[in-house]
């Protein structure tokens, strides 16, 4: 299981209007204003997105992956296999006709990121204000609901009504924060965390998803989605089932993605053993890696089965060293394949 490390310690048009926004309300925040976090309580009609799909956090890496040879079927299968997981993790639909694009999208990474880039909320446009505000300044700035010891709740009105759990209807982000750094990395670092609502089984991981966003201080806007200010991005989405993806995205100079698929720390028991199955590619797998190189339009696919994460140390008796024969650590692709070029990054 690998949570954010780097991220951690910094620390419209919608689907989804809101209904009601309570504690939403934008206020002059001026150049010296410190923290304006508030709390944050919005209702929505629902959290399923179907519309500007094509700005969803991962819609450049669906399409990004469409082979370059139509008549590649291994490739084909590679790449309805990405697709397969990343809506298992993401909540996507496609449509049947068109599989390298997005119908609907329903995870809370998604909704906040929505939310943010359309400015639906005025506290979180104050935040983006005082960020902008501090690098005028050249001063160091946070936005943080944590520090301020506040909440982020966002409710789905019809997943209430349908009368399911609350692990549908109620969503909290106990992390939403910006923070400016001129005197290190000179970017604005945000930070997402979302945990699910409700009681799960004992002995099992608690869904989540954390997002961690560099910004380059000069391009950073107060409005929209601030796509070309970004040049990093790192998280994480566990699932139920003992489950996580997580993820590095490179804007700046190397424009490369990376998703590693695998177990948590429970579902590989502490990384002793190989974690949930899955199929991929119609080979049975535990472990998916995929890197994909957007300015020389390719994709490797890593994979391995029943191998843990970890291995006894044969230097060291009774200690473990990383297994290079897990998919996360192999040197080699286990497959790969050229991909039409898009020239997109989201």
């Known amino acids: 299981m690998r949570h954010l490390s780097h991220f951690t310690l910094v620390a419209f048009r919608i689907a989804c209007m ?9 206020e002059d925040s001026g150049p010296s204003a410190f923290n304006p976090a508030t709390n944050v309580d919005v209702t929505f009609s629902t959290f399923t997105l179907t519309e500007a799909t094509d700005i969803l956090l991962f ?8 082979p370059a040879d139509s008549g590649d079927t291994a490739a084909q299968a590679r790449a309805a296999g990405i697709r397969t997981q990343l809506a298992v993790f993401l909540g996507l639909t496609y449509p049947d006709d068109a599989p390298a694009t997005i119908a609907s999208v329903r995870n809370p990474l998604d909704l906040v990121h929505r939310v943010i880039g359309e400015s639906a909320v005025g506290n979180f446009i104050d ?21 301020n010891n506040v909440s982020i709740r966002f409710t789905d009105r019809q997943a209430l009504t349908d009368g399911l759990g609350v692990t549908e209807y109620n969503w909290r982000y106990p992390i939403v924060k910006w923070v400016y750094t001129p005197d290190s990395s000179n970017r604005v670092i ?10 799960f089984e004992p002995n099992t991981t608690n869904p989540s998803a954390t997002l961690g966003t560099e910004y380059l201080a000069r391009d950073f806007q107060t409005s929209g989605y601030n796509d070309g200010a970004r040049a990093h991005t790192e998280g994480s989405i566990v699932i ?9 995205r490179e804007y700046q100079g190397l424009n490369i993605d990376t ?3 695998d177990g948590t720390a429970i579902g590989t028991n502490g990384g002793s053993e ?20 957007y300015a020389n339009p390719s994709v490797a696919v890593f994979t391995s089965l029943g191998e843990p994460p970890r291995r006894d140390d044969p230097d060291n008796p009774g200690q473990t060293e990383a297994n290079p024969d897990y998919c996360l ?15 997109l990054r989201n």
């Open 240 to 248: 139920k089932g003992e489950r996580e993806m997580a993820f590095v």
């Open 18 to 26: 809101p209904m009601v926004l309570s504690g939403c309300g934008s």
């Open 190 to 199: 945000r930070v997402i965390n979302w945990v699910a609502s409700g009681s």
């Open 329 to 343: 650590n192999l040197d080699t692709a286990t497959s790969s394949y050229a991909t039409a070029p898009t020239g």
């Open 259 to 261: 998703v590693r698929i």
């Open 59 to 66: 819609s450049d890496l669906v399409l990004a992956v469409e």
């Open 274 to 293: 190989g974690g949930p199955e899955f199929g991929f590619a119609g080979e049975t797998v535990d472990c998916l890696r995929i890197e994909m190189n």
């Open 127 to 147: 935040g983006r204000r005082y960020m902008s505000e501090r690098i005028d300044d050249g001063q160091a700035g946070e936005y943080s609901n944590t520090t």
